[in-house]
């Protein structure tokens, strides 16, 4: 199977588009010569890829490093145990552009562990509240 075909059949899934609709896509990109990947020409196998992954409802989003999902996880159990109010993006971001001098937490990424070390800590002086 050559590496287009495979990109191809990654793309699909990631589409989660069925082997039914396939079948019609590929013979709408072949003008109805064929119906399989295999028997679609090189220039036809580019076009229909660029279909599938303009079809990936998850395309174009990017995944939020893992300092970063850190961070939110971090805001979350501040809130469950109490010592936030708000539990959303904004209020973390609002928090952190305090301790960053007015910098966005997106702008300091050499600060992230910083961030992380601070609401740890708070984390953990919460619990031995909440234990006390």
Known sequence: M??????????????????DTHQLNV???ADGRTNTCTGLSKLEQQQLLARYRAMNPNAGKKQLPAQLKMIY???????????????????????C????????????????????EVLKQWLARQKAKQGA
């Open 2 to 19: 050559s590496n287009l075909i495979q990109q191809i059949k990654i793309a699909q899934k990631a589409a989660g588009i069925d082997q």
């Open 97 to 116: 552009e305090k301790h960053l001098q007015g910098k966005t937490l997106y702008k300091s990424a050499q600060q992230w562990p910083h961030i992380i």
């Open 27 to 29: 013979s709408y990109i």
């Open 73 to 95: 996880s971090l805001w979350g159990q501040l809130h469950r145990a109490g010592a936030v109010n708000v539990d959303s993006k904004q209020a973390c971001d609002a928090f």
